[in-house]
C-alpha cells in the first residue's frame, strides 16, 4: 500500500523550514554554498513574522555613540537575560551582528541615515547606547522584502503556504519531512540530508498576543517528536507594551521605540511609576530621578530611564500598578509620547504606531497618551542548538531563530531578535550544507511511517466527536493566559496541566467540516497538535524552575536563586513523554564574566 | 458601539464557482471586517477559508473587496459601516479564486522574479556607505510597500483583461522598478525592461492604484511617472539621458 508515487516527492540536501528572516539568510547562505537547498513556509512569501517587527535591528555599529562595541552588546545581552544565556551564542551574536547590518544595506536596504550619512542608531531597554538600525517602526519590513528579493535571485526553490508536520528519521539521523499544501490539502513529502528549523515560537496558545496565527510552536514540536532537547521554554516574554482597547485588537504590539524616543509610562494618578521599580540589579545603572532620566535622552553620560529597563521588569510593574487600582479604564497604562515630543517628530519616528492607533483605536498619539498592557510575545526557550554551528542534539537538524534557544536566556532585549535571526541564519545555513556535502551515505524514508502520519493528518474528516478546534483554541488561549501567564504559582500551573490533558482529550474528538481544499478549520486542529504539546513543555518547565527570573516570575518563589542561575531546565520526549530535566550551564571564560560584572 | 449583530454576505465558492451567503454575528467595539471573518469561522463556517496573518496592517495579507472597494479586513473597521448595512466580503477578482476569500496571487510572485535585482556600486574610499536622508526618502516610501496587492487587483489593465498580464507587470512592480531606480547606490540598468516587458506604456495614469494603497505610496505621481520620464529620455531623448548619466541618478 505505502508506494513511494503516492505521494508528490522532492530531493534536496538542504530544506529551510520557514522563511522569516532566519530561514530567508539560512537558504541563502545554504544555496551559496552551492547545495540544493529548498524553503518552506506555511504563509506566502515576506509575511512571516519578521515583516511585524518594528523597532529595529541591533549592531554595536557605533555610528551614533562610537563607544559601543560587541564587548558592550555583549554585557548588555547577558545581563538582559539574566546571565542564563548561553554565552558563546552571545558573543558570536554580538560580534558578528554588525556585518550581517552593513550585509543587508550590501542588498538593497535602505537604514535610516545619521547626519553623517551612515546606519542610525536608536534606543531601546537594556541597550546602554542607541544600537538598533532601523527604518522608522517597520524594520521588519525592509529586512524580510530585502531578504526575500536577495533569495529570489539567488533562484532557490520555494514552496509557499506549505506546512510541514513531522521530521523522518533514519535511525538517529534526519532524512526527510512530511507536510501538506494548503491550498489542496494534499501531501508532500521532502528526502533530504539536513534540515534548518526557522519557525519562529509558539505564542498563539496565549490569548493576549502579539503572535500571528502561524505561531504554533509547530517546529518545537516536530524537533521534541524527532527527539530534539529542549532548554528554557518557562521563559516566555510578555512584552510590557500591547494595545489594550479595543478588545479586539487587545494584544497588537506597540513597539518599545515609542518608549526608545522619548515616550514614558505613567499611572492613572500622572505619576512615571517606573521609578518605584528599579530592581536592586539595575540600580547602578538606572536614573533615579525625572530629572535624570530625561537627561539621559539627551546624554549617554546620565544614567537611563526606568522606562527602558528590560522588558520582564518593566512588564511586571505594569501588571502591578493595575492589580493596585492605578491602571486606565481599560486595564492598561498610559504611554504617552503626545506631551514630549512635537507632532511631526513622533510622525516621522513612528509612523505605523501613528497609523495603527489612528485607525484601530480612534487614538491620535500626537495629542493623547496610549493606553498599553502586557502582551505575550516571544518564546526565549526553544530547541537547544549548539553555539556555533546551530546543530541541534539530532544528527542533520539544524535550528535557528526565535524556535532556538539560548541567545536571550531569561529574557530577550528588544532588536536582539532581528540581529538573531541574521546571525545564526547565516551559520545554520551554513553548517547545514557542510553537513550535506560531508555526509556520504544513504538515506531511507520509512514509507510506512509516511503512511501511517498521512492517515492521522486527515482524521478529523471522520472525526464524529463533534468537538470543534475554534472552540478548544479558545479554551487554550483562557487556560494559558491566567495559568501560565507573567506571574505563577505551582497550583495554577498543576491546574493548567490538568486542563491541558482535557484538552488534548478533546483534540481525538474533533471533527471538521468541508474538503481539504484550503480549509482552515482542519488547518487549526492540526496546529492544535503542536500547541498543546508547546503549553504542555512550557507548563512543566514553569514547574521545575522553583524560582523568578527574568521572563518567568513565580508568586511562591519572588526570588532569584542562585542554584538556579547554573542551570538550564531542559525537556525531551521519550516514549511519547515529556520528561523534564535540570543541566549545567556552560561555563563562561574568566574575561567574559569580568566584562557582565561590571557596574556600569 | 456595545455589542450588536451584524449582517455579512460573504462569498463562498471555488474555481468552478460559487455564491454570497449570508450570516448573521454579534460584532462588539472596535472589531474590524476580519474579526467578523474570525466570528463566522468559529461559530458557523469553521472551513471559510481567508489569508491573514499579522491583523494591524503591516503583512499585506488579508486583501479583498468590502462593499466592492479593494481593502484590507484587518484595517477596516465595522463602524465605518452604518448601522444595519449589510456587508458584502468578496475575494479580489483580479486573480484567480482558490477558495472563498483567497485567491492565487502567484502571478506577482513570478513577476518579482523578472526584475532585475539590485547591483550596488563601489564603497566609500573608507569601506562606508554614505547616504543622506533626503535622497533616500522618496525610496523609502517605496519600500513601505507590504505586498497587499490590492494596486494589482484594481488597475484596469490587467482587471478584466487577462491576456495583459503576460505583458504588464502591474502598479506594485512599476513602485519596484523606480525603487531601484532611485536607490542611491544601485548600477543595475532596467529602462529597457520597464518600456518592454513591463508594459509601463500600458498605464495611462487612471491613479486607481493610488486610491487603494493602503501604505498611502503615490505609487502614480511618485513612482509611475518618473519611470515614464526617464523611459522616453533614455530612448528618446539622447541629451537628457546623457545628463542624467553625468549627473548621478
Ligand atoms: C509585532 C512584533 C514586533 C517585533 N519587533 C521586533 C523588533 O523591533 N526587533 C526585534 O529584534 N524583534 C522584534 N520582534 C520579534 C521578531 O520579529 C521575531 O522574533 C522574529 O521575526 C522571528 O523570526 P524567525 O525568522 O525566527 O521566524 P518568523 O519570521 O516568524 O518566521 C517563521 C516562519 O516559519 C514558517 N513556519 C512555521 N511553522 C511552519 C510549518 N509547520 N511548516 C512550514 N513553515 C512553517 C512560517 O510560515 C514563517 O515563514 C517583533 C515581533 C512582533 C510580533
Ligand atoms: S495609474 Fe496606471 S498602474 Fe495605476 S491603476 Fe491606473 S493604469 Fe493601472
Ligand atoms: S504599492 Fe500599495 S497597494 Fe500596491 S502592493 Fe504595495 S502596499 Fe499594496
Ligand atoms: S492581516 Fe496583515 S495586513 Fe491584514
Redesign the pocket.
Known sequence: MAAENQYETHEYDVVV?????????AAIEASAQGVKTAL????L?G????????????AALGNVYPEDNWKVHFRDTMRGGKLLNNWRMAQIHAQEAPARVLELEEWGALFDRTKNGLILQRD?GGHRYAR?A?VG?R??LE??RTLQNHAVHQGIDV?ME????RLLKDGERICGAF?YWRESGKFILFKCKAIVL????G?KAWKIT???W??????IT?ALDAGADLIDVEMVQF?PTGMVWPPSVRG??V???VRGDGGTLKNSEGKRFMFNYIPEFFRAETAETEQEADAWYEDKKNRRTPDLLPRDEVARAINAEVKAGRGTPHGGVFLDIASRRPADYIKRRLPSMYHQFKELANVDITTEPMEVGPTC???MGGVRVDADTTATTVPGLFA?????AGLHGAN??????????VVF?RRAGLYAAEYAKNFTGSLTVNMDEVEATAQQLVAPFDGKGGENPYAIHADLQDCMQTQVGIIRTEKELKQALDKLATFKQRLTQVSVEGNRQYNPGWHLAL?LY?MLEVSEAVTLAAIERKESRGGHTRDDYPQTDPKFAKVNVVVRKRQGELRISQEPLPEMPEELRKLVEEQK | MATQEVKMRVWRGDAKGGAFREYRVPAGEGMVVLDVIHAIQATHASDLAVRWN?K?G?CGSCSAEINGKPRLMCMTRMDLFRPGETITVAPMKTFPIIRDLVTDVSFNFERAKRIPAFKPKAKEPDGTRRMVQEDIDRVQEFHKCIECFLCQNVCHVIRDHEENKKYFAGPRFFVRLAALEMHPLDTNDRLELTKEMAGLGFCNITKCCTEVCPEHIKITDNAIIPLKERVVDEFYDPLARLLRKIGGK
Not at chain 1, 40 to 43: A, G, H, L
Not at chain 1, 162 to 165: E, F, P
Not at chain 1, 214 to 219: I, L, N, Q, S, V
Open positions: 523550514i520557514g522563511a522569516g528572516g532566519a530561514g530567508l539568510r518552506v513556509c506555511k504563509s512569501l509575511k512571516a513574522h519578521t515583516v511585524m517587527a518594528e523597532g529595529g535591528i541591533a531601546f538598533l532601523h517602526d524594520t521588519g529586512m524580510i514552496y506549505c506546512n510541514v508536520q507536510g526557522a519557525t519562529g515560537g505564542g502579539s503572535n500571528s502561524e505561531y504554533t510552536g509547530d517546529g516536530v512584552h497588537i504590539l513597539t518599545e521605540g510575545h516571544y518564546f535557528a531563530g526565535e524556535v532556538a530577550r532585549l528588544g532588536g536582539n531578535s532581528l540581529s538573531d535571526l541564519g496546529d503542536s | 499579522c494591524a503591516k
